[in-house]
């Protein structure tokens, strides 16, 4: 089973999105979060194999979530999810310690497919993204 943890401020996508995830039977969704703060405290509680959390949060930003969500869950792996899009926003999502990076009007099955990815320890970004 891969456990995950949901972060998304806007609630009728957080639950669409943690329903969807909830259908696949490989896939448990332990929490949602709506803000930053939430995250890395469940984060930190449940250690989810998978963190999805948006870009844009209320409070502080889904990289720097990203950052303190793995000083405390290592071994969590984090899937940037945003409707914005562009090659920096997956370099500073790399530079953050995130696995990998879907855009939200993606299909469903693109996110699953990231899902399943990320916590087999692959990088799942829609075009090569390098720091060098």
Known sequence: MITILVVEDHPAYGAALTSFLSAEKDLVVLALAGNGETAIALAAEWQPAVVLIDLVLPGM????????ILSVAPDSHVLVLSLQSG?????ESLRAGAAGFVSKDRAADNIVEAVRAVQRGHRFFPTPVDLS
């Open 61 to 68: 930003s889904g990289l720097d979530a990203t950052r303190r």
């Open 87 to 91: 090659h920096h926003l997956m370099v």
